[in-house]
């Protein structure tokens, strides 16, 4: 995205924010005070300031070119808007408020005086205070205008389509104009031959200007939705993977009777006959990704090893997936992927079955069997049965 871009939208949401601290204001509730109103006026005031600067950089190339008509629109109608509820406010404060005995007469000057962009024609301001008709004449001046960019906002709102089609959109500037056009009524008169006045801009103003903080990543912790799918090199859409199944294992005398292999995740490299995994179903070429419901995709060979040797109990849930291959599948991609598993196995069962099935597993066609499968054997050509008790975390009788 382009800097102009960028800079619209962060502009666009400081007028967002803006507008937040103005309904705030308004939710709190504006009392029937001089300064309180004088307060919502210029918080109004610089809502529509900030929208109109928003307005303006949307109108500019090369932003005009990729921001929808509506996005124009709705920030010209706001604009609009606030300038006219801002002048409404101020009419309020000018025609509902009475100097009191007790007030600070300097406080109200000073108050009137930062509510203007230019000093209002006619009396001085300390004039206007206390002097009704002068209060009533520039409050009708304020309304006047009010009523005047209400019906700018309607106009404008008219011209967009997508707009139009916002019933609460259009309700809230019809109600705000009606409002306005009551509040004239009350205060004119059938003997007014004077020329109304014409309101001065009112100056914009805000007890709380959003800032902008750039955020410390450092402090935010980050966490990797997609990492209990597994390691990437693995778990990746070129590769085509079973749904999860759950196998018991019942743990005999010669252990669950499987070797394992490989790390992130551990492969089942080989099954003993007739043994525990094989009567439950496992096959070679399964991978394991849990351990008694345990996630097990990113653990190592050694942490599996483990997991199996600390069962408390003689039976253990499994979770094994499989590699559907096929006949397209060039070495390439085997290589690739088999490159990420580390070599290490686990036996089962006596020397002639862990050897009879090592030499069977090696002549197989499928990606499992293209593994490096070793016999460890002593000079005289037989093959060592491991104990268990001997098993360290490159290899494992089970």
Known sequence: MSTPSLNMLVRLMIAQVQECVFENVMLAGVKDEFLMQLQSAQEAA???DVY???????????????????????????????????????????????????????????????????????????????DNEERRKLGKAHLKKAIIKHEEAMRIHSLCRILRKMDILQEVLAVAHKRSLKKYSEIDREDDFFETVEAPDIHPKTQQKPEIKTPNFSKVKVTDIFHRLGPLSVFSAKNRWSSVRDVDLEKSEKGFGFTLRGDSPVLIAGVVPDGSADKAGLGEGEYIVSVNEQDCKWSKHSEVVQLLKTVSTESIKIGVITLNTTEHQNNADRKSLLGTMSSASIFSGSDKENSRKIADSSKGSGLLTTWNKRKNTNKDGSTHSVPFSAVTDDGSFY
């Open 46 to 48: 610089r809502v529509a």
């Open 52 to 130: 109109s600067l928003v307005y303006q950089t949307m109108t500019q190339p090369p932003v005009k070119n990729y921001v929808p008509f509506s996005w124009t629109t709705m920030v010209q109608v706001k604009s609009e808007y606030f300038k006219a509820v801002s002048h409404y406010f101020a009419a309020v404060a000018l025609c509902d408020h009475t100097m009191g005995p007790d007030a600070d007469e300097s406080e109200h000057v000073k108050a009137l005086q930062q509510l203007h962009v230019t000093m209002p024609e006619g009396p001085s301001l300390i004039t206007v205070l206390k």
